[in-house]
């Protein structure tokens, strides 16, 4: 047999079980009207939530960086990679979640991966959500520790699991806005046990910074609870419209991961263009352009349901389950076709037979795009 068969054969088998992926080559600046071969479409699969990525003030911004700094960063943090933007985005984070200190990795997925696999060890302990991002896990499965996952969201079966750990030192890691289903960790519940059982608490807020609360600061303002986690990781790339991920937490934790790790030490820092278009992205992360989200998620939600689909949700991502891989594809080229990019999410990307539709919304649509959105899927899912 070839030494190359067998990635053929698995190739295979994904294209039969309709989980083979391609890419569309997009032609356009990310925004909620784009090109792809020509034609246009509306996007409602992007996470550029408040489309800041091309963003007028944002692209200046970019462009007096690019200019005053050049491209590349040229090192890692340590060595030669720190501008003084990357100290002043830092500087702006902190701020941001009320915290002592930040530190920028060059994304999220090695954030989350640096993060927990630097504060736990071996005899330590991690409790994640079973829906956690695949960077949460890939972090936990890179530590020393001990794995316990706790049903989705789920704080009575956490502090059971949290029961037969007493004594040993650990974290609790959540997503705060969950990725693929769009609803909201029970922050004030998570925190309260972390606290009472010794425990740190960590939330992913990929998709919550720039989208939950009135001033779009994330999880903790949504519920009033502003400072409560012990450990805020976040996403320059998604409301934000840059590249990047960051921590926010006290000094010590800061300054730890600084030195531990080995995602943050041992890369190249992100170059002073992205770095720029981060702290622009910050700037215009309004009450206003949050408010416009938060009103087309609520037009959108209202649409569906009017039209016989139920969907609900307080974040920037709408799921229409639809279960079968095939059918959500189907449905997903017949919007394409239609001038709409909805993204068809399946396995391993979220458990099998519970494939999706996941409908993502920005500030920037209009409410026209939004009803023509609905009455498709109000006729192909009846
Ligand atoms: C997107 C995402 C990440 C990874 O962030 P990148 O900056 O894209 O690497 C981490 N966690 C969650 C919950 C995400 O959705």
Same mark, same amino acid.
């Given at each position: 047999m070839d030494k190359i068969d067998r990635y053929a054969d698995e190739l295979k088998r994904m294209r039969d079980e309709s989980l083979y992926r391609t890419m569309n080559v997009i032609e356009s600046a990310q925004s909620s009207n784009i090109t792809i071969d020509g034609k246009d479409y509306v996007l409602f699969a992007s996470n550029s939530y408040l489309d800041l990525c091309n963003d007028d003030y944002v692209k200046e911004c970019a462009q007096r960086a690019l200019n005053m700094y050049g491209t590349g960063s040229g090192g890692s943090r340590l060595t030669t990679g720190t501008t003084a933007l990357h100290d002043e985005l830092e500087r702006r984070l902190a701020l941001l979640k009320k915290r002592e200190s930040a530190i920028v990795f060059d994304t999220g997925y090695m954030t989350n991966v640096g993060v927990i696999s630097s504060i736990t060890s071996e005899g330590d302990i991690i409790f994640s959500d079973e829906l956690n991002h695949a960077s949460i896990i890939d972090g936990c499965r890179l530590s020393k520790a001990e794995l316990v996952i706790y049903r989705h969201n789920d704080m009575e079966d956490l502090e059971e699991k949290l029961r037969l750990y007493r004594g040993k030192h650990g974290l609790i890691v959540s997503d705060g806005v969950f990725s693929m289903d769009g609803d909201i960790v029970n922050l004030p519940r998570l925190v309260r046990l972390a606290d009472e059982y010794g425990k740190l608490s960590m939330i992913d807020e990929a998709h919550a910074t720039g989208v939950l609360g009135s001033n779009g600061l994330g999880t903790e303002e949504y519920y009033g609870i502003e400072g409560a986690a012990d450990i805020v990781?976040?996403?320059?790339?998604? @409301?934000?419209?840059?590249?990047?991920?960051?921590?926010? @937490?006290?000094?010590?934790?800061?300054?730890?991961?600084?030195?531990? %790790?080995?995602?943050?030490?041992?890369?190249?820092?992100?170059?002073?263009?992205?770095?720029?278009?981060?702290? @622009?992205?910050?700037?215009?992360?309004?009450?206003? /352009?949050?408010? @416009?989200?938060?009103d087309n998620v609520r037009y959108l939600c209202d649409r569906l349901n009017e039209a016989g689909v139920n969907v609900k949700s307080d974040s920037a991502i709408i799921p229409v389950i639809i279960g079968d891989e095939q059918k959500a594809l189907d449905i997903s080229a017949e919007l394409m076709k239609q001038g709409y990019y909805?993204?068809?999410?399946?396995?391993?990307?979220?458990?099998?037979?519970? %494939?999706?539709?996941?409908?993502?919304?920005?500030?920037?649509?209009?409410?026209?795009?939004?009803?023509?959105?609905?009455?498709?899927?109000? /006729?192909?899912?009846?």
């Open positions: 990781m976040g996403t320059l790339s998604k @409301a934000v419209g840059s590249e990047g991920g960051f921590v926010c @937490a006290d000094n010590t934790i800061v300054s730890y991961l600084r030195n531990k %790790a080995r995602s943050f030490i041992f890369s190249t820092s992100l170059s002073p263009v992205t770095i720029a278009s981060a702290i @622009a992205g910050l700037d215009c992360i309004t009450a206003e /352009r949050v408010a @416009a989200l938060r909805v993204s068809a999410i399946r396995y391993p990307t979220v458990k099998k037979n519970s %494939a999706r539709l996941r409908i993502t919304l920005m500030s920037s649509h209009t409410k026209e795009e939004i009803r023509g959105l609905a009455d498709l899927i109000g /006729r192909y899912c009846k």
